[in-house]
């Protein structure tokens, strides 16, 4: 038996479109102005977004055109391999096929800069500059200050404090390529300042580094704004994974029953599931997609659907989305791609409508996978990658004991090269599991703002 299958596509082959979920969903939830309770405007919108990103926000259309340069520069590292788990299979003894597919070949060694490379690009178009942006682990940093030096232009990287301290090497990367990175909370900005003020030791969030970069953003015309996940032009451009994988399962002769993808706020689980997803709606194959969090940060199990600001000092539209409260700061544990309050807009929708489950595991779980894979199939996980290791494990394991063949997929979103103090500790049994308990959530979900319920029954 062949211990490992490496399903590869040409270079010709990577997707000339990006797939839009919303072109085969009912119509969404317009985001909405927290001074009017009205939907965002275009203009408003033109405030943070070159024109062709608002285009891909509001599109219902199912094909968004990649841009040639976009695409060229994609070249470098796509597409990605698609494996089969064949050690992994053997290890677990389970009649089920297990494949992934692997992002970690980018780069910056996660799916990241399959959307920072358009955002840089349209940004650049758009007589940009330079860039500023906020990220939780590091990825998304490193992607935009890699993608920014390729297009000439500069990049300030707000990142959460405690990932700033526990992935020295993430920010050691993004300064290779000419970024700086600020450890968020900062006293740079008035949002950090506030923050500071209330809790000196504040670890950071998500939605802190998301004020500070909008704020910096606010005070400098030649800067463009750029993020990370969530919105829909983020989730769009991810999908160049989940197309390729459905060429790759032809190849395969095969196509998935479950697909697994870690999730934050949504990005590398809505590029490989939504194409799956896409294809099922418009009468195409049943698959079953599953959300696997941490339980740290449990955003679709234990979030509420409400319109709800994207960061800590409600600087963005409210959206609907599975929300913990913009206030939440999360404990730090080491899957820090994975730390959002909140969810994106279409990923949540997929819950709401029963089309994608969700579920939550525990850090030291996870980490057991992930050693598991490694040793079976010699590549190092990212900490946010090893929630889709776990699931899939859990639902390979729920094949053998039922008796059920099936075909699992699951998202290696990245590897771990940079996150090795996470394993030490992990070895050394220094990892909590974090779980939170229901007064935290409910602590934390008062931050919802009162007028967002409101709104949320009057926008049609």
């Keep these: ?18 797939y839009n979920l919303a072109a085969d969903l009912p119509a969404l939830h317009p985001p ?4 009017t309770g009205r939907p965002v405007t275009r203009d408003e919108m033109a405030h943070t977004m070159p024109e062709p990103i608002i285009e891909q926000e509001l599109s219902t259309e199912r094909e968004l055109e990649i841009p040639d340069p976009v695409r060229q520069v994609y070249a470098q590292w796509r597409p990605s391999p698609l494996f089969r788990a064949r050690r992994l299979e053997a ?189 099922k709606l418009r009468g195409g194959q049943d698959v079953r997609v599953i959300a696997a969090e941490p339980a740290a940060c449990p955003t679709l199990t234990c979030g509420t659907v409400a319109y709800d600001y994207a960061d800590a000092a409600g600087m963005t539209p409210l959206f609907r989305m599975h929300t913990l409260g913009h206030g939440f700061v999360p404990p730090t544990f080491h899957a820090g791609g994975l730390r959002a309050h909140g969810m994106g807009q279409l990923v949540s929708r997929t819950v709401e409508d029963g089309l994608m489950e969700a579920t939550a595991v525990t850090q030291r779980r996870c980490f057991e996978g992930a050693v598991q894979f490694a040793r079976a199939e010699g590549i190092l996980p990212a900490p946010e990658s090893t929630h889709a290791i776990r699931v899939a494990i859990d639902e390979a394991l729920r094949c053998k004991a039922e008796g059920r063949e099936q075909s699992i997929l699951f998202g290696l979103s990245g590897h771990g090269h940079f996150d090795l103090t996470a394993y030490e500790r992990y070895f050394a049994g220094e990892l909590d599991d974090m779980v939170l308990d229901d007064e935290t959530i409910a602590e934390a979900k008062a931050s919802i703002p009162e007028q967002a319920w409101e709104m949320a029954g009057s926008v049609t």
């Design 91 to 279: 290890l677990l003894d389970t009649p089920a096929r297990i494949y992934y597919k692997y992002e970690g070949v980018a780069p910056t060694g996660s799916h990241k800069p399959n959307t920072a490379v358009a955002q840089v690009y349209y940004n650049k178009q758009a007589g940009k500059t330079g860039l500023v942006t906020e990220t939780g682990a590091g990825q998304w940093g490193s992607a935009i200050a890699q993608s920014a030096a390729m297009f000439g232009m500069s990049a300030k990287v707000y990142m959460v404090k405690v990932s700033f301290t526990q992935k020295p090497y993430r920010r050691a990367l993004m300064e290779v390529f000419g970024a700086e990175c600020v450890p968020s909370p900062s006293p740079e900005t008035a949002a950090g300042r506030a923050i500071l003020a209330a809790d000196p030791d504040c670890p950071g969030s998500l939605g802190i580094a998301t004020s500070e970069a909008l704020e910096a953003f606010a005070k400098d015309e030649s800067l463009g704004y750029v993020l990370g996940s969530a919105a829909n032009h983020v989730l769009a451009h991810q999908t160049v994974i989940g197309q390729e994988a459905i060429r790759q399962f032809e190849l395969a002769d095969d196509y998935p029953d479950i697909v697994v993808g870690c999730a934050g706020g949504g990005s590398n689980l809505a590029g490989l599931s939504f194409p799956f997803l896409g294809a």
């Design 1 to 18: 038996m062949v211990d490992r299958i490496k399903f590869l596509l040409d270079e010709g082959d990577i997707p000339t479109t990006w």
């Design 32 to 35: 909405l102005n927290p001074a």
